[in-house]
């Protein structure tokens, strides 16, 4: 099993929630860096020095934050209302085994059973449709043990299966963390700045302050992105599939990546014999459109982790996937300059 990886996922690290995660990075990456520093909002941003001084800055990126919930209404019957903390489809939350606060005390998410259901009524649940129970017997019981704003994290465990799969929460973007630890362990050829960014699932707002502060001319985000390669069908794009590599975007809803980089990237997958795939749609985004548009700009490239069912409480990647995502992201770094 990959101890390191089933960790990391464990954590549990809401946008603007992200100590646990942020203190764990920290203890692994210490005996391995020259500088370190944790900024307001939260970001860790480290420096290495490498063999040679690099004659610009250079930054490699992952986020630190997961997409969970938020309390936002303790009902009479000691039910919770929730609102989504990053981008969560509420079809698939229903049944599913949370824990709430510091504490982590345990819930079920819940829905209107479906024979109280009538005839003509909406059927897929919006979020406020859904509430949490945790056992309480009323407003008054439950007060005692969660309140109005307290996080909600998915309690999904890690684990292995199939051909080189793993299940858990928080790959995106607990994978890329993990691969910026193992490459930070390695000889780097230039000076190089590591960012493990907050609040990426809010609107990237922890690359956009790291961005200003390091002022990168060249960054390469590490990112998970969706997979649908299972149940897709023949007129619809998988966008990605396990098993083939890190994923590469040309263009996102964030970011005309830069062409060069995107080149380079190919050559290097090529020349190293490292499988790669193309984004197969124009979809989604991450942080290299905020830190693209940092200060004078700034030249970005995103390698991703294929994932299937993202953004819910438990998605699926392949270990194999992960390991080549690094390959080529260390590949490239020794090519960049």
């Given at each position: 099993m990959n101890k390191e990886l089933s960790y990391l996922t464990s954590l549990f690290g809401a946008s603007g929630s992200e100590s646990d995660v942020r203190q764990a990075i920290i203890s692994e990456i210490r005996p391995h860096c020259d500088s370190l520093e944790v900024d307001r909002l939260g970001n860790i941003i480290a420096f290495k020095k490498g063999i040679e001084p690099a004659p610009f800055p250079v930054m490699l990126c992952a986020h630190m934050d997961e997409v969970a919930l938020m309390v936002t209404s303790i009902d009479k019957d000691g039910s919770l209302g929730f609102e989504s903390v990053g981008g969560i489809d509420p079809r698939i939350l229903p049944g599913t085994h949370v824990v709430i606060g510091k504490k982590k005390?345990?819930?079920?998410?819940?829905?209107?059973?479906?024979?109280?259901?009538?005839?003509?009524?909406?059927?897929v649940p919006k979020m406020k449709d859904l509430y949490i129970d945790i056992g309480a017997k009323d407003q008054e019981d439950a007060e005692n043990y969660v309140a109005v704003g307290d996080l909600i994290g998915f309690d999904t465990a890690y684990q292995e299966f199939g051909e080189d799969l793993v299940r858990a929460k928080a790959l995106d973007d607990r994978a890329g963390c993990y691969i910026l630890l193992n490459i930070m362990k390695k000889p780097l050829p230039f000076d190089t700045y590591f960012v493990f960014s907050v609040m990426e699932e809010i609107g990237c707002l922890g690359a956009r302050t790291a961005a200003f502060a390091v002022q990168p001319q060249y960054a390469l985000i590490i990112e998970g992105t969706t997979a649908g390669d299972i149940h897709t069908?023949?007129?619809?794009?998988?966008?990605?599939?396990?098993?083939?590599?890190?994923?590469?975007?040309?263009?996102?809803?964030s970011a005309i990546y830069d062409r060069e980089l995107?080149?380079?990237?190919?050559?290097?997958?090529?020349?190293?014999?490292?499988?790669?795939?193309?984004k197969e749609a124009v979809a989604g985004g991450n942080e290299s459109?905020?830190?693209?548009?940092?200060?004078?700009?700034?030249?970005?490239?995103?390698?991703?982790?294929?994932?299937?069912?993202?953004?819910?409480?438990?998605?699926?990647?392949?270990?194999?996937?992960?390991?080549?995502?690094?390959?080529?992201?260390?590949?490239?770094?020794?090519?960049?300059?």
């Open positions: 005390y345990h819930g079920v998410i819940g829905v209107l059973a479906p024979h109280f259901v009538k005839d003509g009524e909406e059927k069908e023949t007129d619809q794009s998988a966008v990605c599939r396990l098993g083939r590599g890190p994923v590469v975007s040309f263009m996102d809803n995107y080149r380079l990237v190919m050559k290097t997958a090529k020349e190293e014999n490292i499988p790669v795939q193309a459109g905020t830190v693209q548009r940092a200060l004078g700009g700034c030249r970005v490239i995103a390698l991703s982790v294929p994932c299937r069912y993202i953004h819910s409480p438990v998605s699926v990647a392949n270990l194999k996937d992960i390991a080549h995502c690094e390959e080529l992201a260390y590949a490239l770094l020794k090519n960049l300059l």
